[in-house]
Every structure is written in structure tokens, then in C-alpha cells.
């Protein structure tokens, strides 16, 4: 008998917890405010998240603009935190502060390494100059930035071509030195606006 009793009083709890919730979403005429203050805080926070949206985009493309006039300013660093030989050399870190690739107008500052040798095992030098004397001196724009190349001699019998890939997105930035006699050295890192 209790078992039946402890049955009844079981079902009549969930029956008075289940029809209300029955009656009241079938009922057109009744509002549940819970709801509502959901669907209110949602609306904010979609508001809010449209808005973060909007200042990320914002700040986007105004770095996009600060790299863009800071590549044509021709006034600029290039500052490698990378580099290695080509094709397949092991990447070295670089945490020297002064090795940097500097355009200041019509001339560069370089002081980078670089491997000089016609075979393996390459000999690591440090290229420390100015030159005035940039030959094909090019600043093109490309879909993802600006590709900026130039050639010297740096007063040896070898010519060098610079190749400078910039990303406009990320302030990344690629540099290849590439020359006649010796393998190409490849450089990662990022652009320094100098004013």
C-alpha cells in the first residue's frame, strides 16, 4: 500500500510540474519574461560581439595603412629574427639587435649574415656596410603586400639581388639575398617604420 501511495504522490508532482509547462507553451496568449530577457541578452551580446568585430577590422586596416606608407616612405627597417641557407639549411634564431637590413631613401645600411662558398660546408660572414649604389631599385605591390628588390655588388666581385617580401596583414616579412657565386641566404622577421 505505501508503494502505491509513494507512486500517486509521485505522479501527481510530476503532473503538476509537466502541464504547466504543456498549457503554457501551447498558449499563444501567455509570455514567459525568462524568455524574453534571454533573447534581450543575446541581442546585447551579439550587439557587443558586432562591435569588437567592427574596432578589430578598424585596427586592421589602419596597420594595413601604417605598413603600406611606412614601405613607401623607403624609410624603414627590416629587423630578421631567422635565417638559413637555401636549399634545405638548418634555421639559426638570431637574437643580435643590430643585424637589420636598413632602406633610408636611396641607400641601404646592411649588416647581416650571410654563407658565402661554393659547396658545403658554407662559411658564415657578417656583411656590415652602407651602399648608395642600388641598382634596380623596385617597390611593387602584391596581393598580400609589397615586394621590394634591389641589387649591389657590395663592393666585391659578386653581385647580390635583395629581395624583400613585406605582409601587409601581419608586418611579417621576408628577405632572400641571393648572388652569383654563393647560396641563397633566406631571412624571416618583421618591418620597423623609422621616423
Do not use: C
Request: charged share 15%; aromatic share 14%.
Amino acid at each position: 500500500m505505501k508503494k502505491i501511495l509513494l507512486f500517486i504522490a509521485i505522479a501527481a508532482t510530476l503532473a503538476t510540474l509537466v502541464v504547466p509547462l504543456i498549457v503554457t507553451s501551447n498558449t499563444p496568449t501567455e509570455y514567459d519574461t525568462s524568455f524574453a530577457a534571454d533573447r534581450t541578452r543575446e541581442k546585447e551580446l551579439s550587439e557587443k560581439h558586432r562591435e569588437r568585430i567592427e574596432r578589430r577590422k578598424a585596427r586592421q586596416a589602419a596597420y594595413e595603412h601604417f605598413i603600406d606608407s611606412t614601405i613607401l616612405s623607403h624609410n624603414y627597417r627590416f629587423m630578421p629574427t631567422m635565417f638559413n641557407v637555401e636549399p634545405a639549411g638548418s634555421s639559426q634564431l638570431i637574437t643580435n639587435p643590430s643585424i637589420e637590413l636598413g632602406i633610408y631613401g636611396d641607400w641601404a645600411d646592411i649588416h647581416l649574415p650571410i654563407y658565402q662558398g661554393f659547396t658545403p660546408p658554407y662559411r658564415l660572414i657578417v656583411v656590415n656596410t652602407a651602399i648608395t649604389n642600388l641598382a634596380d631599385f623596385t617597390t611593387v605591390q602584391t596581393d598580400n603586400g609589397w615586394t621590394i628588390s634591389f641589387d649591389s655588388w657590395l663592393y666585391s666581385s659578386n653581385d647580390y639581388t635583395f629581395t624583400l617580401d613585406v605582409y601587409s596583414k601581419t608586418g611579417g616579412a621576408t628577405l632572400s639575398v641571393s648572388s652569383t657565386f654563393y647560396p641563397t641566404t633566406t631571412y624571416w622577421g618583421s618591418i620597423v617604420a623609422v621616423y
